[in-house]
C-alpha cells in the first residue's frame, strides 16, 4: 500500500480502544487518524497516545463522529450496539470500511447493519483473534463428526463485560449447529438454572462466566456417554484482537461494499 490507511478508532477510552491505538503505533500501513468516545466520557480532550499509555500521538478523543470520518479510510468500533448502528451509517455515507467488534446486537440493530453495507465495506466478527477463528472451523468439523454427542458452551471474561453470553460463544454455539446442519435459533438455548428436569437432547446451552480481569476464555464442549471432546481458546493479550481488527481494516480497503466476517478475512 503506498500510503497509511487512516483509522478512526470508536471506544478511544475502552480497553480495546487502547489495544487499538497502541497496535498502530510504529505500524508503516496505518496510522491513527482520529479517536472517538461518547459525550461525557472522562478521556474527552485528552491525547489518544498518552491515554493508551505511550508517548502523545497528538490525536485530541472528541464525541463529533461526523468530523472524524472526514477523510478516514476505516473505522475500527468496539463500542455498544447503538454506536455500532450510528456509526455505520456514518460509514456508509463516506463509503468507507467499518470493522465492528462490538457484541450483543437485537436483531433490529442487525438489519440496520444490513442496510449500511449496501454503501460500505463491514467486517462484523465476535472476535478477532485468528486462534479463535481456527476454534471455529475445529468445532463446526466436530459436531458434524459427532452429531450424538451433547454441545455445551463455557465462557469466562473480566467482571467489567457488559454482556452476556459473549460474541465468541454465540459464534461457537452456531459453528456446532452449522457442523450439524441446524438452525442456530432452534438449538441454542437458555443457561441451565433451577429445576429444568432432563437435558433437551440436540440442544446447545451457553455457561457465563464473569471474574476478575480475565481477557477471554472459550471452551466448547462435547460429551457421549463414556468421553469428553473440550476443545478450549484462552486469550491472553488483548493485542490479538486488536491486530486482527487491523487485518480486516487492511483487508477491507478497496473491497466491493458487503457484510463480511473474519473468515472472509482469513480466506484473503
Avoid: C
Avoid at 25 to 41: K, S
Avoid at 235 to 263: C, N, Q, T, V
Amino acid at each position: 500500500m503506498s500510503t497509511a490507511l487512516r483509522i478512526v478508532v470508536a471506544g478511544a477510552g475502552g480497553r480495546m480502544g487502547h489495544a487499538v491505538i497502541s497496535a498502530l503505533r510504529n505500524r508503516n500501513d496505518a496510522v491513527l487518524h482520529a479517536a472517538l468516545e461518547a459525550p461525557g466520557n472522562a478521556s474527552l480532550g485528552k491525547d489518544a497516545g498518552m491515554m493508551a499509555g505511550g508517548a502523545p500521538l497528538n490525536v485530541p478523543v472528541t464525541q463529533d463522529a461526523l468530523a472524524a470520518v472526514v477523510r478516514a479510510d476505516a473505522i475500527i468500533d468496539f463500542t455498544t450496539p447503538a454506536s455500532s448502528v450510528a456509526l455505520a451509517a456514518l460509514a456508509a455515507q463516506a463509503r468507507i470500511v467499518h470493522v465492528i467488534g462490538s457484541t450483543g446486537f437485537a436483531a433490529a440493530d442487525e438489519e440496520k447493519i444490513k442496510a449500511a453495507a449496501r454503501h460500505a465495506v463491514i467486517v462484523k466478527s465476535g472476535n478477532f483473534s485468528l486462534g479463535v477463528n481456527a476454534l471455529m472451523m475445529l468445532v463446526r468439523e466436530a459436531a458434524r463428526m459427532l452429531p450424538a454427542y451433547d454441545a455445551e458452551i463455557v465462557e469466562t471474561h473480566h467482571a467489567q463485560k457488559a454482556d452476556a453470553p459473549s460474541g465468541t460463544a454465540l459464534m461457537i454455539a452456531r459453528a456446532i449447529a452449522e457442523g450439524r446442519k441446524l438452525t442456530p435459533e432452534d438449538v441454542i438455548a437458555p443457561p441451565h438454572h433451577g429445576l429444568t428436569g432432563p437435558r433437551q437432547r440436540g440442544r446447545i446451552a451457553i455457561a457465563s462466566v464473569r471474574a476478575g480481569s480475565v481477557v477471554g476464555d472459550h471452551t466448547a464442549i462435547f460429551a457421549g456417554a463414556r468421553e469428553r471432546i473440550e476443545i478450549t481458546h484462552r486469550a491472553e493479550d488483548r493485542a490479538i484482537f486488536a491486530e486482527g481488527a487491523l487485518a480486516a481494516a487492511l483487508w477491507g480497503h478497496g473491497k466491493k461494499p458487503g457484510l463480511y466476517s473474519m473468515e472472509d478475512v482469513l480466506r484473503g
